[in-house]
């Protein structure tokens, strides 16, 4: 984060880094998000932007980033935006709201798997617990469609990455060539020091799909903790060509 210049450290007399309060403040924000399983260059770029668009007279220290469906949304005070856009975020919940079932999906029939799964996909930008009863009702209705085990592994794996794990799993068995499963399978063997097979995971979706640029930034970092110097500079040199 200090070399992509999200970070401003000062240099000590031996050259080393010096992270002040607001460099600290950033970096809990990104473990943050990176435990909700935001992909790091994600990560980087919302800090980025929040840096970009703090109020006037604001500090990185007053803004809390959270994620909400499939945004990161910045909180000061009353006041929420996207950190993407700065698209405004309107809360039109108040005291006397009460939750409700979420409507089944217009037509949707016993055996309509996918018109769940599309149901799942339109709520997830506002009801993520709707959007994982949906992709469950697709589950039950089509066992094999490995698009809604992929969404539904993907919103449970922060409160539960071995059930991530086995939904990612049971995608890659219904589709072979589903790299994002694969990439998912990854990141959540990863979270649970599995690291030699979330090697082989993201390998997987590398051969699936070559341009996945965080799956080799994510493999870099792994070879680099298991001593393989060279593998992990072939691949963070990947991840570079891939973002530049």
């Not at 499939?70 to 009353?78: F, K, M, Q, S």
């Given at each position: 984060?200090?070399?992509?210049?999200?970070?401003?450290?000062?240099r000590g007399p031996r050259r080393e880094?010096?992270?002040?309060?607001?460099?600290?403040?950033?970096l809990r924000s990104a473990r943050t998000l990176l435990d909700a399983s935001v992909p790091r260059r994600r990560v980087n770029r919302a800090l980025r932007q929040l840096v970009r668009q703090l109020p006037a007279g604001r500090t990185a220290s007053q803004i809390r980033?959270?994620?909400?469906?499939?945004?990161?949304?910045?909180?000061?005070?009353?006041?929420?935006?996207?950190t993407d856009d700065g698209q405004l975020v309107m809360d039109f919940v108040t005291p006397g709201t009460v939750s409700v079932e979420p409507l089944s999906p217009p037509g949707v029939t016993a055996e309509d798997a996918e018109s769940w799964y599309q149901h799942g996909l339109?709520?997830?930008?506002?009801?993520?617990?709707?959007?994982?009863?949906?992709?469950?009702?697709?589950?039950?209705?089509?066992p094999e469609h490995a698009g809604a085990h992929v969404n539904y592994g993907r919103l449970v794996q922060h409160e539960s990455p071995t059930t991530a794990i086995n939904h990612y799993r049971q995608a890659l068995e219904a589709d072979p060539r589903h790299a994002t499963a694969a990439f998912n399978l990854g990141t959540?063997?990863?979270?649970?020091?599995?690291?030699?097979?979330?090697?082989?995971?993201?390998?997987?979706?590398?051969?699936?799909n070559p341009a996945l640029a965080d799956a080799h930034y994510n493999l870099s970092l792994l070879y680099q903790q298991t001593g393989h110097k060279l593998a992990s500079l072939v691949h963070l040199k990947r991840y570079r060509e891939l973002t530049s």
């Open positions: 984060m200090a070399r992509a210049g999200i970070l401003t450290p000062h880094y010096r992270f002040g309060f607001q460099d600290l403040v950033l980033l959270m994620v909400e469906g499939c945004t990161i949304v910045a909180h000061d005070g009353d006041a929420a935006w996207r339109d709520l997830e930008p506002f009801d993520v617990p709707g959007a994982k009863r949906a992709y469950r009702e697709a589950i039950a209705r089509n959540a063997l990863e979270a649970t020091a599995e690291t030699t097979l979330a090697i082989a995971a993201y390998r997987q979706s590398l051969s699936l």
